[in-house]
T-cell receptor
Framework: EAGVAQSPRYKIIEKRQSVAFWCNPISGHATLYWYQQILGQGPKLLIQFQNNGVVDDSQLPKDRFSAERLKGVDSTLKIQPAKLEDSAVYLC???????????????FGNGTRLTVT | EDQVTQSPEALRLQEGESSSLNCSYTVSGLRGLFWYRQDPGKGPEFLFTLYSAGEEKEKERLKATLTKKESFLHITAPKPEDSATYLCAVQGNTGGFKTIFGAGTRLFVKA
C-alpha cells in the first residue's frame, strides 16, 4: 500500500510571498487532514475534509490560508501572504472513514518544511 | 475543550533501562486514544489505538495502557533504535471528532 505523498519536501520563501503544498492520500481514504507542526510542538489540526467537503476548519487562519480537495482525492493547502510565524512543517494525513464507529488511525505523509524569512 | 498533556518533555535512558511515558487527557466522550512515533524529518507513525479504560496493547518492547484520565506507554529494555518522539492523541465525540495531539515526549536511548 502506497503511503501519503506530499510535495515539496522543503520550501523557503520571503514573508508576504505565497506558497502551495500538495497532498495525495492513501487510495480509498475518505478523510483527509492538514496539520501544522511547529518545532518542539505536537501537530495542530488546520482543516479536515470528508471526501470533498470540509468537516472542520475552525483553526484555519482563513485570512491567509486556504485549502481544497478536488474530486475527493488530492488536496492543496495555500498560504497567501506568508508570515514569519508560518514557519513550520505542514503534515497531510488520511484515514479510511473518520465517522465510522471503529475509526481507523491517521496515516501521515513526511510533511513539507516551510521556512519564511 | 479537549486537551492532551504529555510528560516528561524529554527522557534519557540507558539501553535496557525500562521506563514509562505519561499522557494525561480531558475529552468529551473518548472515541479513541492514539500513540504515534515520530522520527526526525518524518511524519508520525501509528503505534496503538486504545478505546476504553483498562485496555492494554503491546508491540515488541512497547506496551500502552489506558485509564479514564491518562495513558501510559511503557518501554521495556529499550534499544537505541527506540529513540524518537512519542506523540499521544485523543479523539472525542464532539466538534467533528477532531484528533488532538500532545506536544510529545522526546526519548533518547544511549547504548
Amino acid at each position: 500500500e502506497a503511503g501519503v505523498a506530499q510535495s515539496p519536501r522543503y520550501k523557503i520563501i520571503e514573508k508576504r510571498q505565497s506558497v502551495a503544498f500538495w497532498c495525495n492520500p492513501i487510495s480509498g481514504h475518505a478523510t483527509l487532514y492538514w496539520y501544522q507542526q511547529i518545532l518542539g510542538q505536537g501537530p495542530k489540526l488546520l482543516i479536515q475534509f470528508q471526501n470533498n467537503g470540509v468537516v472542520d476548519d475552525s483553526q484555519l487562519p482563513k485570512d491567509r490560508f486556504s485549502a481544497e480537495r478536488l474530486k475527493g482525492v488530492d488536496s492543496t493547502l495555500k498560504i497567501q501572504p506568508a508570515k514569519l510565524e508560518d514557519s513550520a512543517v505542514y503534515l497531510c494525513a488520511s484515514s479510511l472513514d473518520h465517522f465510522r464507529t471503529d475509526n481507523s488511525p491517521l496515516h501521515f505523509g513526511n510533511g513539507t518544511r516551510l521556512t519564511v524569512t | 475543550e479537549d486537551q492532551v498533556t504529555q510528560s516528561p518533555e524529554a527522557l534519557r535512558l540507558q539501553e535496557g533501562e525500562s521506563s514509562s511515558l505519561n499522557c494525561s487527557y480531558t475529552v468529551s466522550g473518548l472515541r479513541g486514544l492514539f500513540w504515534y512515533r515520530q522520527d526526525p524529518g518524518k511524519g508520525p507513525e501509528f503505534l496503538f489505538t486504545l478505546y476504553s479504560a483498562g485496555e492494554e496493547k503491546e508491540k515488541e518492547r512497547l506496551k500502552a495502557t489506558l485509564t479514564k484520565k491518562e495513558s501510559f506507554l511503557h518501554i521495556t529494555a529499550p534499544k537505541p533504535e527506540d529513540s524518537a518522539t512519542y506523540l499521544c492523541a485523543v479523539q472525542g465525540n464532539t466538534g467533528g471528532f477532531k484528533t488532538i495531539f500532545g506536544a510529545g515526549t522526546r526519548l533518547f536511548v544511549k547504548a
